[in-house]
Structure formats: structure tokens, C-alpha cells
């Protein structure tokens, strides 16, 4: 049975960009730390930022973490936000390094509850 025919140019794009050969990663590299490793401080401001912009408690669990997307359209560095407050898990995304977020780039405080991820929702970021 072959794989069904792309719908449109971008799946036939991520199905070309799925099929190429990745190449092959030796186990020690996964142990090796980051050759570009985020300082902690940054990450501690932005959590810092994320907790006073929703007015979150010290209790509640912030995420903060710089992903790297090699998908075609994909930023090649992102910043991914998760929290959780009132039993509900948050996040969302900045398209900029972790270094170049400023508090502005935060979403409003009005808009918390549309940050709610959904109950069977999957996402490799958070």
C-alpha cells in the first residue's frame, strides 16, 4: 500500500522534507550539553515576566524554553511558553530567541484564558 498523495503544495513540502535522510546522531551528543546553552538568568526573567504579566502565584509552574524548527516557514530559533494555573495548562509562542524577548512580546493579561490548552490537544513544544 503506498502513502496517500499530498492535498496541496505545503503538505507535498513537509512530505518532501519528511523523506529526506537525517543524519545520523551519536549517542554521546545527546549527553553533550548545548553547544549555545541559554543562560539561566534570561530564562528566570522571562518566567519572571510571564508571572507578573498573569498574575500568576508563586506556586504555579512556568516553562520557558528555546526550541529550534528546522520546518520549511518554521523561525529557525523560537520561544515556547507553558503555564499552569488553576489546574489548567497555558502556552504559547514567541517567534525571536529567548535572549531577544522583551515583556512587550507577551500576549495581554486579558488574554489568559484563551492560552488554555484543550483537554486531548497534542503539541511537542510543552
Known amino acids: 500500500m503506498s502513502a496517500p498523495e499530498p492535498e496541496n503544495d505545503y503538505d507535498s513540502a513537509l512530505s518532501g ?61 523560537e520561544t515556547a511558553i507553558a503555564f499552569w494555573s488553576g489546574g489548567q495548562r497555558h502556552h504559547f509562542k514567541l517567534f525571536k530567541r529567548v535572549t531577544e524577548v522583551k515583556f512587550d512580546d507577551l ?3 486579558w488574554m489568559k484564558d484563551d492560552l488554555i490548552v484543550p483537554e486531548g490537544f497534542e503539541c511537542e513544544c510543552c
Open 17 to 77: 522534507w519528511f523523506s529526506q535522510p537525517r543524519p545520523a546522531v551519536e549517542d554521546d551528543d545527546l549527553l553533550a550539553p548545548k553547544k549555545n546553552a541559554v543562560d539561566p538568568e534570561i530564562l528566570d526573567r522571562v518566567r519572571d515576566w510571564t508571572r507578573e504579566r498573569f498574575k500568576l502565584s508563586v506556586d504555579d509552574a512556568i516553562l520557558v524554553s528555546e526550541i529550534a524548527c528546522k520546518l520549511p516557514g518554521c523561525p529557525p530559533l
Open 107 to 109: 500576549p495581554f493579561t
